[in-house]
């Protein structure tokens, strides 16, 4: 075997070697990647959890107020005169930070989790103000809005730019303090499996 097809050859091993160390290198980056996402995942999702935890069970129980607001009519009525039975209340909170996607999550999957969504006067949407980013999102329900700027529904959320949901009813407490997340879906459509086994059937 002459010089050149040694030299040659040894080329031929180096490059083999060397790709072959990228691709080991490559993979071991990507798993690391996707090891290091996956943990980050978990941690805002133990966060989630603790908050909704938290939030429940401080607003567990706690009275709502029952404030005057009013609909597409401009006529002012109590909020609890249209509350008759266990009602699933989505609420839109005060904030000018509000997260319009939050907005679209927490609506479409009540919707999505009720074929009646439209009709059923069980699920109402509550919102402290109401402006074109809200407007535009919901077309299928009215809208219950405050006729004040003062007013306080009486409940302790400190996920100021998140939509929550809470069960109420004609006693005007406040039951299942909840937080969807769209990070979390099986959550929040177990939230709504229950609520629909436990208040709805």
Do not use: W
Not at 21 to 38: A, C, D, G, P, W
Not at 110 to 128: A, L, Q, R, T
Not at 143 to 172: M, Q, V, W
Not at 181 to 186: D, G, I, Q, R, T
Request: net charge neutral; proline share 3%.
């Amino acid at each position: 075997m002459n010089k050149k097809t040694i030299y040659s050859l040894l080329l031929s091993i180096t490059l083999c070697f060397l790709i072959l160390q990228s691709v080991i290198i490559y993979r071991f980056l990507s798993t690391r990647k996707n090891i290091t996402e996956k943990v980050e995942t978990a941690d805002l999702q133990n966060v989630i959890l603790y908050n909704s935890f938290l939030f429940s069970m401080v607003n567990d129980g706690k009275d709502l107020n029952n404030l005057e607001v009013y609909t597409d009519s401009k006529n002012k009525f109590f909020l609890f005169d249209s509350i008759r039975t266990s009602t699933l209340m989505i609420c839109i909170p005060p904030s000018e930070d509000i997260c319009s996607s939050c907005i679209d999550y927490a609506v479409n999957s009540v919707k999505d989790f009720f074929p009646d969504f439209s009709s059923n006067g069980n699920i109402i949407i509550f919102s402290h103000t109401i402006d074109s980013r809200i407007k535009n999102r919901i077309h299928e329900k009215k809208i219950y809005r405050c006729f004040s700027d003062d007013c306080i529904l009486g409940l302790t959320n400190n996920i100021e730019n998140k939509p929550f949901y809470i069960i109420t009813d004609t006693d005007r407490k406040a039951n299942m303090f909840f937080v969807p997340n769209s990070l979390m879906p099986e959550l929040t459509s177990r939230y709504l499996k229950i609520v629909s086994d436990r208040y709805f059937k």
